[in-house]
Protein backbone atom coordinates (compact mmCIF):
# COMPACT_ATOMS: atom_id res chain seq x y z
CA UNK A 1 0.00 0.00 0.00
CA UNK A 2 1.46 3.16 -0.92
CA UNK A 3 2.75 5.82 2.14
CA UNK A 4 1.30 9.22 1.76
CA UNK A 5 3.31 12.27 3.10
CA UNK A 6 5.65 11.41 5.63
CA UNK A 7 4.03 7.94 6.90
CA UNK A 8 0.11 8.08 7.03
CA UNK A 9 -1.35 5.42 4.58
CA UNK A 10 -3.59 6.43 1.35
CA UNK A 11 -7.20 5.16 3.18
CA UNK A 12 -6.96 7.15 5.91
CA UNK A 13 -6.55 10.26 3.79
CA UNK A 14 -8.83 9.33 0.91
CA UNK A 15 -11.55 8.37 4.31
CA UNK A 16 -10.69 11.97 5.37
CA UNK A 17 -11.46 13.84 2.00
CA UNK A 18 -14.75 11.43 1.49
CA UNK A 19 -16.49 12.57 4.78
CA UNK A 20 -15.35 16.62 4.34
CA UNK A 21 -16.96 16.21 1.20
CA UNK A 22 -20.39 14.30 2.64
CA UNK A 23 -20.79 16.96 5.25
CA UNK A 24 -19.99 19.73 2.89
CA UNK A 25 -16.18 20.51 4.29
CA UNK A 26 -13.84 21.85 1.84
CA UNK A 27 -11.20 19.21 1.40
CA UNK A 28 -8.02 19.48 3.18
CA UNK A 29 -4.21 19.95 1.62
CA UNK A 30 -1.52 17.39 1.65
CA UNK A 31 -0.80 15.73 5.52
CA UNK A 32 1.57 16.81 7.26
CA UNK A 33 2.82 14.24 9.70
CA UNK A 34 6.17 14.63 12.41
CA UNK A 35 7.68 11.26 11.21
CA UNK A 36 4.57 8.87 10.33
CA UNK A 37 2.36 6.69 11.80
CA UNK A 38 2.32 2.42 11.56
CA UNK A 39 -0.98 0.93 10.31
CA UNK A 40 -3.10 -0.71 13.75
CA UNK A 41 -4.49 -3.88 13.37
CA UNK A 42 -7.52 -5.08 14.98
CA UNK A 43 -7.35 -4.49 18.35
CA UNK A 44 -9.27 -6.95 21.03
CA UNK A 45 -11.45 -5.94 23.78
CA UNK A 46 -8.53 -6.48 26.37
CA UNK A 47 -6.07 -3.94 24.47
CA UNK A 48 -8.78 -1.45 24.24
CA UNK A 49 -8.13 2.11 25.74
CA UNK A 50 -10.14 3.72 28.89
CA UNK A 51 -10.68 7.15 27.65
CA UNK A 52 -11.46 10.23 29.79
CA UNK A 53 -12.01 13.04 27.78
CA UNK A 54 -11.78 16.61 29.34
CA UNK A 55 -13.82 18.75 26.28
CA UNK A 56 -16.08 21.76 26.27
CA UNK A 57 -17.72 23.36 22.81
CA UNK A 58 -18.61 22.53 19.42
CA UNK A 59 -15.11 21.58 18.68
CA UNK A 60 -14.95 18.63 21.56
CA UNK A 61 -18.36 17.72 20.93
CA UNK A 62 -17.39 16.83 17.66
CA UNK A 63 -14.35 14.87 18.60
CA UNK A 64 -16.27 13.31 21.18
CA UNK A 65 -18.84 11.84 19.02
CA UNK A 66 -15.61 10.22 16.46
CA UNK A 67 -14.13 8.51 19.48
CA UNK A 68 -17.97 7.37 20.90
CA UNK A 69 -18.44 5.47 17.36
CA UNK A 70 -14.85 4.61 17.44
CA UNK A 71 -15.92 2.93 20.70
CA UNK A 72 -18.53 1.22 19.41
CA UNK A 73 -17.12 -0.29 16.51
CA UNK A 74 -16.33 -3.63 16.50
CA UNK A 75 -12.48 -3.16 15.56
CA UNK A 76 -12.17 -0.28 17.34
CA UNK A 77 -9.57 1.16 19.64
CA UNK A 78 -11.20 2.85 22.69
CA UNK A 79 -13.05 0.43 24.86
CA UNK A 80 -14.93 2.74 27.90
CA UNK A 81 -15.24 7.04 26.95
CA UNK A 82 -16.18 9.33 29.58
CA UNK A 83 -16.60 12.76 29.41
CA UNK A 84 -15.42 15.75 32.07
CA UNK A 85 -16.85 18.91 31.06
CA UNK A 86 -18.37 22.17 33.00
CA UNK A 87 -22.19 21.93 33.67
CA UNK A 88 -24.92 23.22 31.44
CA UNK A 89 -25.53 27.08 31.90
CA UNK A 90 -28.22 27.97 33.85
CA UNK A 91 -30.70 30.03 32.01
CA UNK A 92 -30.93 33.74 32.15
CA UNK A 93 -34.09 35.33 32.88
CA UNK A 94 -32.86 38.77 31.64
CA UNK A 95 -31.46 37.06 27.63
CA UNK A 96 -35.37 35.42 26.99
CA UNK A 97 -37.13 37.53 24.54
CA UNK A 98 -40.48 37.99 26.97
CA UNK A 99 -39.76 38.67 30.48
CA UNK A 100 -41.09 37.07 33.24
CA UNK A 101 -43.68 39.39 35.61
CA UNK A 102 -42.45 36.39 38.41
CA UNK A 103 -38.72 37.66 37.89
CA UNK A 104 -39.48 41.38 39.25
CA UNK A 105 -37.68 42.01 42.31
CA UNK A 106 -34.80 39.40 41.94
CA UNK A 107 -31.40 40.26 42.24
CA UNK A 108 -29.60 40.27 38.56
CA UNK A 109 -26.65 37.92 38.26
CA UNK A 110 -23.75 40.49 37.18
CA UNK A 111 -21.89 39.29 34.54
CA UNK A 112 -17.83 39.66 34.31
CA UNK A 113 -17.25 43.57 32.57
CA UNK A 114 -16.07 42.84 28.90
CA UNK A 115 -16.80 39.24 28.83
CA UNK A 116 -18.39 37.24 25.84
CA UNK A 117 -19.30 34.23 28.42
CA UNK A 118 -18.03 32.21 30.69
CA UNK A 119 -17.08 28.15 30.24
CA UNK A 120 -20.48 26.80 30.99
CA UNK A 121 -22.18 28.94 28.38
CA UNK A 122 -20.16 27.21 25.62
CA UNK A 123 -21.43 23.78 27.28
CA UNK A 124 -25.05 22.78 27.10
CA UNK A 125 -24.32 21.06 23.55
CA UNK A 126 -21.80 19.12 24.36
CA UNK A 127 -23.75 17.94 27.62
CA UNK A 128 -26.83 17.04 25.75
CA UNK A 129 -24.74 15.00 23.04
CA UNK A 130 -22.95 12.86 25.89
CA UNK A 131 -26.38 12.61 27.90
CA UNK A 132 -27.79 11.70 24.27
CA UNK A 133 -25.11 8.97 23.76
CA UNK A 134 -25.44 7.62 26.74
CA UNK A 135 -21.88 7.94 27.97
CA UNK A 136 -20.81 8.68 31.55
CA UNK A 137 -20.46 12.86 32.30
CA UNK A 138 -18.42 14.33 34.97
CA UNK A 139 -18.81 18.17 36.09
CA UNK A 140 -16.26 20.46 36.58
CA UNK A 141 -16.40 22.78 40.12
CA UNK A 142 -20.13 21.08 41.08
CA UNK A 143 -19.49 20.10 44.63
CA UNK A 144 -20.80 16.52 44.51
CA UNK A 145 -19.52 12.41 44.06
CA UNK A 146 -15.89 11.89 43.23
CA UNK A 147 -15.98 12.23 39.47
CA UNK A 148 -14.44 9.87 36.35
CA UNK A 149 -11.01 10.92 36.67
CA UNK A 150 -8.55 10.58 39.71
CA UNK A 151 -7.87 13.52 41.33
CA UNK A 152 -11.57 15.09 40.80
CA UNK A 153 -13.08 15.43 44.44
CA UNK A 154 -15.59 18.33 43.18
CA UNK A 155 -17.01 17.38 40.50
CA UNK A 156 -20.24 15.52 39.84
CA UNK A 157 -20.50 12.03 38.71
CA UNK A 158 -23.59 10.88 36.54
CA UNK A 159 -23.30 7.32 35.78
CA UNK A 160 -20.86 4.49 35.12
CA UNK A 161 -18.55 3.76 37.97
CA UNK A 162 -17.05 7.23 39.29
CA UNK A 163 -13.71 5.17 40.66
CA UNK A 164 -13.46 3.43 37.18
CA UNK A 165 -9.60 3.83 35.74
CA UNK A 166 -8.72 5.46 32.83
CA UNK A 167 -5.68 4.53 30.85
CA UNK A 168 -5.02 7.78 29.05
CA UNK A 169 -7.04 11.23 29.07
CA UNK A 170 -7.55 13.72 25.92
CA UNK A 171 -8.11 17.35 26.27
CA UNK A 172 -10.35 19.66 24.34
CA UNK A 173 -10.18 22.54 26.11
CA UNK A 174 -7.93 24.98 27.72
CA UNK A 175 -5.09 23.52 29.64
CA UNK A 176 -5.91 25.59 33.24
CA UNK A 177 -9.46 24.43 33.28
CA UNK A 178 -8.30 20.68 33.30
CA UNK A 179 -8.27 19.89 37.16
CA UNK A 180 -4.98 17.41 38.22
CA UNK A 181 -5.45 14.13 36.61
CA UNK A 182 -3.72 11.88 38.51
CA UNK A 183 -1.86 8.80 37.86
CA UNK A 184 -2.94 7.64 34.12
CA UNK A 185 -0.86 4.59 32.77
CA UNK A 186 -0.38 6.44 28.86
CA UNK A 187 -0.45 10.10 30.35
CA UNK A 188 -2.44 12.92 28.67
CA UNK A 189 -2.73 14.08 24.97
CA UNK A 190 -4.71 17.54 23.77
CA UNK A 191 -6.59 18.59 20.48
CA UNK A 192 -5.45 21.95 19.27
CA UNK A 193 -7.03 23.62 16.53
CA UNK A 194 -3.86 25.57 15.14
CA UNK A 195 -0.76 24.32 13.62
CA UNK A 196 1.46 24.45 16.82
CA UNK A 197 3.80 26.08 17.96
CA UNK A 198 1.44 29.23 15.55
CA UNK A 199 -1.80 30.25 17.59
CA UNK A 200 -1.37 28.96 21.39
CA UNK A 201 -4.17 29.88 23.54
CA UNK A 202 -7.94 30.15 24.04
CA UNK A 203 -8.92 31.66 20.35
CA UNK A 204 -6.84 29.96 17.40
CA UNK A 205 -9.69 29.68 14.71
CA UNK A 206 -10.38 33.65 15.33
CA UNK A 207 -7.23 34.92 14.89
CA UNK A 208 -6.61 33.23 12.40
CA UNK A 209 -9.53 34.52 10.65
CA UNK A 210 -8.21 38.01 11.66
CA UNK A 211 -5.31 37.87 10.62
CA UNK A 212 -6.19 36.74 7.09
CA UNK A 213 -3.86 33.33 7.65
CA UNK A 214 -3.87 31.43 4.36
CA UNK A 215 -4.00 28.19 6.34
CA UNK A 216 -4.76 26.91 9.83
CA UNK A 217 -4.71 23.23 10.91
CA UNK A 218 -5.26 20.51 13.91
CA UNK A 219 -2.59 19.75 16.18
CA UNK A 220 -2.52 16.64 18.90
CA UNK A 221 0.25 17.04 21.19
CA UNK A 222 1.48 15.64 24.58
CA UNK A 223 -0.65 18.03 27.32
CA UNK A 224 0.74 19.99 30.50
CA UNK A 225 -1.34 22.36 32.34
CA UNK A 226 1.13 25.05 32.04
CA UNK A 227 -0.15 25.44 28.02
CA UNK A 228 -0.08 24.27 24.31
CA UNK A 229 3.92 23.91 24.54
CA UNK A 230 3.94 19.61 24.46
CA UNK A 231 5.67 17.81 21.95
CA UNK A 232 3.93 17.59 18.55
CA UNK A 233 2.86 14.32 17.64
CA UNK A 234 0.65 14.74 14.47
CA UNK A 235 -0.65 17.19 12.68
CA UNK A 236 -3.03 18.16 9.77
CA UNK A 237 -3.40 21.29 7.76
CA UNK A 238 -6.71 23.17 6.59
CA UNK A 239 -7.10 25.91 3.80
CA UNK A 240 -8.67 28.84 4.63
CA UNK A 241 -9.89 31.49 2.65
CA UNK A 242 -12.04 34.96 2.16
CA UNK A 243 -15.29 33.41 3.45
CA UNK A 244 -14.25 30.78 5.71
CA UNK A 245 -16.42 30.96 9.13
CA UNK A 246 -15.71 30.23 12.53
CA UNK A 247 -18.65 27.78 12.79
CA UNK A 248 -17.50 26.16 9.35
CA UNK A 249 -13.88 25.46 10.25
CA UNK A 250 -14.39 24.24 13.47
CA UNK A 251 -16.26 21.77 12.35
CA UNK A 252 -13.93 20.70 9.83
CA UNK A 253 -11.03 20.74 12.12
CA UNK A 254 -13.18 18.51 14.74
CA UNK A 255 -13.70 15.78 12.28
CA UNK A 256 -9.82 16.17 11.14
CA UNK A 257 -8.84 16.14 14.82
CA UNK A 258 -11.02 13.21 15.43
CA UNK A 259 -9.64 10.88 13.17
CA UNK A 260 -6.18 12.05 13.55
CA UNK A 261 -6.46 11.27 17.05
CA UNK A 262 -7.53 7.81 16.38
CA UNK A 263 -4.96 7.29 14.22
CA UNK A 264 -2.30 8.43 17.10
CA UNK A 265 -4.32 6.38 19.90
CA UNK A 266 -3.55 3.39 17.39
CA UNK A 267 -0.08 4.00 16.90
CA UNK A 268 0.86 5.48 20.34
CA UNK A 269 4.47 4.00 21.23
CA UNK A 270 5.92 4.83 17.51
CA UNK A 271 4.30 8.48 17.73
CA UNK A 272 5.73 9.28 20.77
CA UNK A 273 9.39 7.84 19.82
CA UNK A 274 9.44 9.95 16.60
CA UNK A 275 7.65 13.18 18.46
CA UNK A 276 9.02 16.90 17.50
CA UNK A 277 9.53 19.40 20.14
CA UNK A 278 7.82 22.77 19.35
CA UNK A 279 10.13 25.89 18.07
CA UNK A 280 9.29 28.66 20.65
CA UNK A 281 10.39 30.96 18.22
CA UNK A 282 7.81 30.22 15.84
CA UNK A 283 5.45 30.44 18.71
CA UNK A 284 2.53 33.04 18.43
CA UNK A 285 -0.48 33.33 20.98
CA UNK A 286 -3.88 34.49 20.96
CA UNK A 287 -5.80 36.21 23.65
CA UNK A 288 -9.39 35.58 25.20
CA UNK A 289 -12.35 36.76 23.35
CA UNK A 290 -13.96 39.66 24.94
CA UNK A 291 -16.99 42.43 24.10
CA UNK A 292 -14.71 44.68 22.33
CA UNK A 293 -13.95 41.54 19.85
CA UNK A 294 -18.00 42.18 18.64
CA UNK A 295 -18.63 46.21 19.70
CA UNK A 296 -18.79 47.98 15.97
CA UNK A 297 -17.20 51.26 15.90
CA UNK A 298 -18.77 52.90 13.08
CA UNK A 299 -16.11 55.97 13.72
CA UNK A 300 -12.85 53.57 12.50
CA UNK A 301 -14.18 50.30 11.17
CA UNK A 302 -14.22 49.13 7.09
CA UNK A 303 -17.08 46.70 5.56
CA UNK A 304 -14.72 44.71 5.07
CA UNK A 305 -13.34 44.89 8.73
CA UNK A 306 -16.60 44.29 9.90
CA UNK A 307 -17.70 41.26 8.22
CA UNK A 308 -14.43 39.18 9.00
CA UNK A 309 -14.83 40.26 12.98
CA UNK A 310 -18.66 38.32 11.88
CA UNK A 311 -16.85 35.54 10.30
CA UNK A 312 -14.74 34.65 13.12
CA UNK A 313 -17.21 35.13 15.95
CA UNK A 314 -20.15 34.72 14.18
CA UNK A 315 -21.72 31.33 16.53
CA UNK A 316 -20.16 32.14 19.63
CA UNK A 317 -21.30 36.14 19.50
CA UNK A 318 -22.47 38.56 17.04
CA UNK A 319 -21.66 41.91 15.82
CA UNK A 320 -23.56 44.65 18.10
CA UNK A 321 -24.28 48.59 17.54
CA UNK A 322 -26.14 51.03 19.97
CA UNK A 323 -29.95 51.82 19.05
CA UNK A 324 -31.28 54.87 20.67
CA UNK A 325 -35.23 54.74 20.63
CA UNK A 326 -36.82 57.93 22.49
CA UNK A 327 -34.51 58.01 25.87
CA UNK A 328 -33.83 54.45 26.32
CA UNK A 329 -30.42 52.75 24.74
CA UNK A 330 -30.79 49.42 23.37
CA UNK A 331 -28.26 47.17 22.00
CA UNK A 332 -28.84 45.50 18.26
CA UNK A 333 -27.22 41.95 17.14
CA UNK A 334 -26.17 42.03 13.50
CA UNK A 335 -26.93 38.43 13.12
CA UNK A 336 -26.06 37.97 9.79
CA UNK A 337 -24.55 40.20 6.90
CA UNK A 338 -22.38 40.13 3.68
CA UNK A 339 -20.42 42.13 1.19
CA UNK A 340 -22.75 43.58 -1.54
CA UNK A 341 -21.10 43.49 -4.76
CA UNK A 342 -19.88 47.19 -5.33
CA UNK A 343 -21.94 47.94 -8.75
CA UNK A 344 -25.08 46.65 -6.73
CA UNK A 345 -27.65 50.17 -6.26
CA UNK A 346 -27.48 51.84 -2.85
CA UNK A 347 -31.14 52.11 -1.69
CA UNK A 348 -31.41 55.41 -1.38
CA UNK A 349 -30.41 59.13 -3.02
CA UNK A 350 -29.79 60.13 0.32
CA UNK A 351 -26.82 57.67 0.56
CA UNK A 352 -23.93 59.48 0.51
CA UNK A 353 -25.64 63.13 2.80
CA UNK A 354 -25.77 60.23 6.09
CA UNK A 355 -23.19 58.87 7.94
CA UNK A 356 -21.44 55.66 9.06
CA UNK A 357 -23.93 53.59 11.21
CA UNK A 358 -27.30 55.07 9.29
CA UNK A 359 -29.95 52.32 7.97
CA UNK A 360 -31.38 52.33 5.00
CA UNK A 361 -33.86 49.98 3.82
CA UNK A 362 -36.63 49.14 1.13
CA UNK A 363 -40.46 47.93 2.20
CA UNK A 364 -39.85 44.91 0.25
CA UNK A 365 -35.82 44.64 0.21
CA UNK A 366 -34.50 41.31 1.80
CA UNK A 367 -31.68 43.40 4.06
CA UNK A 368 -30.72 46.47 5.48
CA UNK A 369 -27.76 48.45 3.83
CA UNK A 370 -25.44 50.59 5.97
CA UNK A 371 -22.90 52.90 5.33
CA UNK A 372 -19.24 52.43 6.80
CA UNK A 373 -16.14 54.95 7.08
CA UNK A 374 -14.58 54.24 3.84
CA UNK A 375 -17.49 54.82 1.85
CA UNK A 376 -18.47 50.91 1.51
CA UNK A 377 -21.80 48.92 2.85
CA UNK A 378 -22.61 46.11 5.03
CA UNK A 379 -25.92 44.54 3.87
CA UNK A 380 -27.57 42.82 7.13
CA UNK A 381 -30.24 40.29 6.92
CA UNK A 382 -30.89 39.47 10.27
CA UNK A 383 -30.91 41.38 13.85
CA UNK A 384 -32.00 41.02 17.46
CA UNK A 385 -32.94 44.18 19.61
CA UNK A 386 -31.50 42.59 22.85
CA UNK A 387 -34.44 41.34 24.93
CA UNK A 388 -36.75 40.68 22.18
CA UNK A 389 -37.04 38.15 18.90
CA UNK A 390 -35.24 37.63 16.27
CA UNK A 391 -36.47 39.59 12.99
CA UNK A 392 -35.09 39.07 9.40
CA UNK A 393 -34.59 42.66 7.48
CA UNK A 394 -38.81 43.00 6.35
CA UNK A 395 -39.14 42.29 10.15
CA UNK A 396 -37.10 44.67 11.21
CA UNK A 397 -37.96 47.56 9.01
CA UNK A 398 -42.18 46.46 9.51
CA UNK A 399 -42.11 46.52 13.83
CA UNK A 400 -39.51 49.73 14.18
CA UNK A 401 -38.35 51.64 11.29
CA UNK A 402 -40.51 54.67 9.38
CA UNK A 403 -38.45 56.91 7.64
CA UNK A 404 -35.77 55.82 5.37
CA UNK A 405 -32.20 56.98 6.81
CA UNK A 406 -33.50 58.27 10.48
CA UNK A 407 -31.84 55.44 12.23
CA UNK A 408 -27.96 55.68 13.14
CA UNK A 409 -26.21 52.81 14.82
CA UNK A 410 -24.24 54.45 17.78
CA UNK A 411 -20.64 52.96 18.79
CA UNK A 412 -21.57 53.74 22.50
CA UNK A 413 -24.89 54.34 24.54
CA UNK A 414 -25.71 58.09 24.90
CA UNK A 415 -26.54 59.30 28.61
CA UNK A 416 -30.72 60.39 28.84
CA UNK A 417 -32.02 63.11 28.37
CA UNK A 418 -28.58 63.96 26.42
CA UNK A 419 -29.35 64.83 22.11
CA UNK A 420 -27.32 62.46 20.40
CA UNK A 421 -23.89 63.66 19.32
CA UNK A 422 -23.45 64.61 15.67
CA UNK A 423 -21.47 61.72 13.68
CA UNK A 424 -17.18 62.82 14.17
CA UNK A 425 -14.99 61.75 11.26
CA UNK A 426 -11.44 60.86 12.18
CA UNK A 427 -8.64 63.56 11.50
CA UNK A 428 -7.13 62.84 7.73
CA UNK A 429 -10.69 61.42 6.23
CA UNK A 430 -11.73 63.21 3.22
CA UNK A 431 -15.13 64.28 4.98
CA UNK A 432 -13.60 66.01 8.33
CA UNK A 433 -15.05 69.08 10.04
CA UNK A 434 -18.61 67.65 7.89
CA UNK A 435 -21.68 68.25 9.46
CA UNK A 436 -24.80 65.97 8.24
CA UNK A 437 -28.26 67.54 8.82
CA UNK A 438 -30.84 64.98 8.12
CA UNK A 439 -34.13 63.34 10.18
CA UNK A 440 -33.73 63.68 14.06
CA UNK A 441 -32.40 59.93 14.50
CA UNK A 442 -34.00 60.20 18.79
CA UNK A 443 -37.69 59.96 17.79
CA UNK A 444 -39.74 57.08 18.74
CA UNK A 445 -40.83 54.66 16.21
Known sequence: MPDIGLGL??????????????????????????????????????????????????????????????????????????????PKP???????????????????????????????????????????????VSYIGRRARPAAAAGQGTSQH???????????????????SVPELGQLRLGALKVHPSLLPKYRGPTPIQTAIMDDAPSTG??????????????????YPYALDSQSTLMGVQAALALLGGNLLLKVLGNLEHVRKHSVRQDRAQATYTEQA???????????????????????????????????????????LLLDMYLPDPDTPVLSEHYDDRPPGTVF???????????????????????RVIGRTEK??????????????????????????????PFVYPPGHPKEGVVHTYVNQDFAF
Open 9 to 86: RLPLVLALRTACCARGLRPVSALILRRGLATSSTTCDSQRLRVVMYAMGNFGRDILKILRDDMRSDTGIIGSLDLVTF
Open 90 to 136: KRDKNSVDVKKSSSRGKKKKKKKKGALGDDSALNEHIVDAAINMQLP
Open 158 to 176: VGGDPAAPHDIAIVCMSPS
Open 218 to 235: VSVIEFYHTGEHGNILAQ
Open 290 to 332: CIENTRIVWESMTAAEIYKRHRAYCGTAHMSAVWRRKHIMHTV
Open 361 to 383: FRRKSKYLEIPCIDGSRIHVTKL
Open 392 to 421: DAQGFVNGYLRVNGALRMLTAPVKPKVPTP
